[in-house]
């Protein structure tokens, strides 16, 4: 069976606090794009796993891949295994592990449904593997575990991802975090909460990889609706009224940066 891990994107991304667990109190809005890694599994005596596809060298250490991390969470009868095509970078701010984690969660629920505490399980292996599960418009609470429905009116909307191909941890970004509170996301449709709200991790990931600044300015000359960074960088995602515009915007692009062109699920 084939399953798609879909990129995950923040159309808005507040930081309100930080909690007394050390973590940081979130407020976001997660959109899905119809693209993504590939996971192709099949039933095998024991479960495994094998990368391809041109990101797929980065995943090198096999304990911290979230594939088999996954696996080990849930019980089946049976073993898989999985192949995955790497399509997206790692250390993005897409969520790539996180999809190809709830890739796995979807497939093991077509075979054998899931643990009625799938949710915990997911969230053991990162924040945003729950909203990954899931993979449709919602808004995340807390440290993003805790899903909230909103009315989505942006399916089909035509967006374009583009990443510098320079690797950004998550951690050094949330450090750089000046803790200002700038108030909670705004009220409203999935298009209004987008317009409305903000990336807080946009600055501090700004200071540590400035290119990001070069990325968001190519994309606002394209004239988007919408061109913001995704979660904790460093990819950027732009949002246009047709398709046509997204592919003009995708060919002016520089040659050598990653592009990956898609409409929101």
């Known amino acids: 069976m084939n399953e798609t891990a879909y990129a995950k994107i923040n159309l808005a991304l507040h930081v309100r606090r930080v909690r007394e667990d050390g973590y940081h109190a979130l407020e976001t809005l ?38 088999a991390r996954a696996l080990n969470v849930l019980p ?16 993005a701010g897409l969520g790539g592990g996180s999809a190809d ?19 915990a399980r997911a969230a053991k292996l990162g924040a945003d593997v729950p909203a990954c599960v899931l993979s449709r418009t919602h808004i995340g609470l807390g440290t993003g575990t805790e899903q909230v429905e909103v009315e989505d009116d942006l399916a089909g909307n035509p967006v374009l991802l583009v990443n510098p191909r320079v690797p950004l941890s998550t951690g050094p970004v ?27 991790l946009e600055a501090p990931a700004i200071s540590l990889c400035p290119v990001i600044a070069e990325v968001l300015a190519a994309l606002e000359v394209t004239n988007p609706w919408l061109a913001r960074m995704s979660g904790s960088g460093a990819t950027c995602f732009a949002l246009y009224d047709s398709p046509e515009a997204r592919d003009a915007a995708q060919a002016a692009m520089p040659q050598e940066w990653w592009t990956m062109a898609g409409r929101l699920r």
């Open 30 to 67: 997660f959109a899905f794009v119809d693209a993504g890694d590939v996971l192709t599994a099949q039933p095998a005596a024991q479960d495994s796993v094998t990368t391809l596809g041109e990101f797929a060298g980065v995943l090198d250490n096999p304990f911290e891949n979230l594939v």
């Open 76 to 91: 089946r009868p049976q073993g898989l295994g999985v192949t995955l095509e790497k399509n997206l970078p790692v250390a």
């Open 101 to 119: 984690a709830g890739a796995v969660f979807r497939m093991v629920e077509a075979l054998h449904g899931l643990p009625d505490d799938w949710q």
């Open 174 to 200: 949330f450090k750089a975090w000046d803790g200002e509170d700038r108030g909670p996301l705004p009220q409203g449709p999935a298009s209004q909460i987008a317009r409305e709200g903000r990336n807080d």
